[in-house]
């Protein structure tokens, strides 16, 4: 659990509904959400204003720079609006390297204006960034240095003086108006826990401030004090990023559990598979496996930490399934690795992957894996001893390695002989 | 050094003490504050100070007045007595700690061989393995000064080495402070929901210093509350998501470090020169190995946490090493993801650091990933170029600490640095010491199968440890799937074993039949009585089921016994009832007050049409069926009743079920299976009757003088026939009822001269 970006339309229904709750400020915004399952006449009846007003159509994946990759379509009608989706939904994109389907679009009315003013704020650890411009849109980051920003320590309120020396520029009136906004904006940002947000740009329409784009990262962590407040809310992956089953699996395996499970694919055809306890570890294995130049054969990014033995042996499952799905004859290796645990007891977490070990047996064997495991902590003895067991019985090369040896020495076992 | 007069005045004292205590502290006397650090030996000094001067006459509470100065600036405060002798000083040590944790963080030391802790939710792992750690390094004191447990008090007994000690418990924070007022430190180990509001309160007692919370999953602004009020108080928090840090030799949170050989293998029972920070708690016990390997061991390691904003940063952790001088060099293990190594960076160039520094940070890997991936630890996250693995180590690098090319070379950069300031002759080598022995749970002994013990209980009709508990073998889940009921339950639990579907059923008619039977037997009688005395659903239960025996409700268990013994020893019916009526015993199970041989007890009929349908033999029965015929002969109400047919029958359902042997039937028959039963079928009856008194509201139960017989000659009575049975040596008079026995009072043996002579 961390930060987690949501959804403009997401950021957008929140920010309406918690402005008008928090400080009476009623944004007259609209949006609406289309995705593959969305019935359009449906939609029509639940959201008048689409076939009232003229509309923007851009994709809602998390990405930015919509404008700039041309994927942002002004002034329609509902008729083009939906012709416009229906020729890009589905269809694959590349933004900055990462390569993706567009499967989620937003539709809002066009709102023709003059102003573009940009706002963000940032949660840092002793208070919060907030940065406001006059020259927002999509030339910001080269009008970088006309962006103010203020910085207002955890427990102050943000009040006019605060806010003073980002709005000196503009006309008191505006100014004012802004100000408010500004403080509505903050207002909402601490009650929901939101780490980030980002209005680029907002504009004011009728004299009030108005947001065009906006994005925004919620604590996840919070979740349990903003059940309410959040609604029925999705995280969605970052763009580009598409779960194969084996990763869905373990990400739904858990959000059930307080244990921390995380598995993700990174070379169906590698020929190294991590299987690592703790946050820390994972990632130096992980490093190690690089270093040592085999970055390409590196199968997956695996941590775990504190799973059942049930848990335990799903995600094994995974790795090994995975680890056996390409047999070439060449050889294989799994790191069933981690640090000397405080806590764990290591011979129990073992007891579910020797489970896995034994139904994949032939698998295994086809696939040439040899394992090695180093491991410390709580009862690792019995742990070792039993990996080394489970070794002889099913006839599969295992080597094992306690706390004497370097955390990261099975890594340059592994590659050797590949 | 700094100099603390201490004076306690008050009518209390046979006179006014003045003490002056000399305090070493850093930085003397800190510059803007007001007020001036103690050590916790004052403090554990006063109260024994003040008893130690206590004139005869008793204390009372503000008797006696502390006064502390130093350089002008002066604080009193009454001191609380608890009894007459006993003094415990509950001074406001807030106005002692203030200046020490303002510059805590910049001035070093946050634990010392006397610190102790109050630890909040009681955990029995963790706290015994501080308290082996305290024993390990020969520490005096357990660290532990107290446990707070929301919603419970008293003492919870673990181990200091060999001997157990109680450890005080306490519902909340603030009594817990009070309690223990010389305890700084505060390990929170709530869960992740009330971790932020617990170390809050924790962090707002005058008398703490120092909190770690160990949860995971702490909202980000919950922790920023926790950090701005740590830094505008001068306090300091550890965590969250962390297993904490330990001095080596001095004081341990929690979990960290592991196991009792890990604290040994890695030397951690005295302190090295190391001081050591990372995010990861895992890593840094791996660490805690790695540095004792190559040099001569930690002083101090801190694990900060893997959460986005950590309560204190490794910057914060290093800038304290730095000012320890028994800390020769240091190590940081960061991560990618936040800037927070930059402030290290930053305070290397300044030159704020002037120990060696050796630093990694990991998640070079992060290149390989192609879109944005979430690590193990919410702070690593692939952020921009800035928050990247390469980035901070080129930084570090180029600012001046020492950098290896990789985690590979982490250890020997270690080495190098320390073998350097070895040679520069600025550590000196430390003796070493051995740890005492420390003895091994019972637990982890038997797990590890160097011991074996006996177990004090043994069980063989159900087991609750799998993954559902069962009845003799059966799974919960496939009794209920398979519509097993009462009689199945009954069935295995008592007879361990799955009987045919008559017979579960059976036992099911039985416990129907015998579930009540009326307001006036004596069971329910009792009931009724408890219950209108205002008593609870299980007393009122017990006093009736307390009545059952020989008299009430015993007739199935012994008719089972007689007719089985009658049968099985061949007795014809004529035989039996004359032998029974020999011994003066009334044969159990024949018998009815109301039904006679023209009106048979329509719950006989049933059930003895029910058994000769589906019971493969009725023996049994049928020869009670014979003895009844006999019996009715002689008088027309000696019927067989229920109890004689479910006490016959039931031995049919365990000979002719063929799932039982000879000496599992006498067993049964012997150890009262059929009493179990009426006592359960009863207990229906009787919790009924309880409620249905409850429900009615009726008044305590008083029985009326009208329904007495007062006499005093009914006594004499008595008195007569017991003389008589006993002057003939002969058996009672009235054997079915037998008289009670009276004390052999002297004026019985009067009275019965007195009647004798008349």
Redesign the interface.
Known sequence: ???KKIREYDSKRLLKEHLKRLVHIDLPICSAQVTESTDFTELLEKESWLSQRRLVVKPDMLFGKRGKSGLVALNLDFAGAVEFIKKRLGQEIEIE??KGPITTFIIEPFIPHKEEYYLAIS?E???FNISFSECGGIEIEENWDKVNSIFL???SPLTDEAIAPLIADLPSEIGKKIGNFMKGVFAVF?DL?F?FIEMNPFTLVDGEAYPLDMRGEL?E??A??NEDKWGNLEFPL????VLSPEESFILDLNDKTSA?L?F?L?NPKGRIWNMI????????Y??????LGC?TE?GN?T?Y?GPSEEEMLKLARVILDCATANPDGRKRSILIG??????TDVGATFDGIIRALKEKKSELKEANIHIYVRR????Y??GLAKMQAVGEELGIPVEVYG?EA???GICNRAIEGM | MLTISTTFTGKGLAKSIHTDAKVSSPSSQLPNQKSVMLPSWIFQKIPSLITSHISPSPLERRDILVRLSSSGNEFSQPYLARSEREVICSFPSYFLYSSLCAEAMATGQLFSRTTQALFYNYKQ??IQRMLDFDFLCGRETPSVAGIINPGAEGFQKLFFGQEEIAIPVHSTIEAACAAHPTADVFINFAS??SAAASSMSALKQPTIRVVAIIAE??????T??L??YA??NNKVVIGPAT?GGIQAGAFKIG?????ID?II?CKLYRPGSVGFV??????S??MY??IARVTDGIYEGIAIG?D??PGS?LSDHILRFNNIPQVKMMVV?G??GGRDEYSLVEALKQGKVNKPVVAWV????AR??????????????SGGEMES?QAKNQALKEAGAVVP????AF?AAIKETFDKLVEEGKITPIKDVKPPQIPEDLNSAI??GKVRAPTHIISTISDDRGEEPCYAGVPMSSIVEQGFGVGDVISLLWFKRSLPRYCTKFIEICVMLCADHGPCVSGAHNTIVTARAGKDLVSSLVSGLLTIGPRFGGAIDDAARYFKDAYDRGLTPYEFVESMKKKGIRVPGIGHRIKRGDNRDKRVELLQLFARTNFPSVKYMEYAVQVETYTLSKANNLVLNVDGAIGSLFLDLLAGSGMFTKQEIDEIVEIGYLNGLFVLARSIGLIGHTFDQKRLKQPLYRHPWEDVLYTKWGMVVWFLDDLFVRLNGGSPSFPSCPAPQFPQHENTVKAVAFFAAM
């Open positions: 659990m961390a930060r390297g990462c949660s650890r002793l208070g320590p955890t427990k601490q826990d780490s604590d962590n919070a349990f004090k970052p763009f580009g990023r921390s995380k993700t990174l306890a703790g946050g820390g570890a994972s990632l130096i992980t490093d190690t496996v690089g270093d970055a590196l990014y941590e930490g981690g640090n000397i645990a405080n806590l410390g902590g709580p009862n003895l019995t706390p370097v955390m990261t | 792992l963790p992740f929901r999953g702490v909202p980000e602004s919950d920023k509350q950090i701005a830094r505008s297993v979990d960290t470090a592991g196991t890990n293998q990372s995010k990861s708690g895992g890593m016990n791996e190995n790695t893997g986005v904003f940063t293990l991560e990618l990991s998640g070079t890997c390989l990933f192609k879109s944005e991936v979430q690590f193990g630890h919410a702070g690593a996250k693995a090319t990789s985690y590979e250890e797990k590890s």
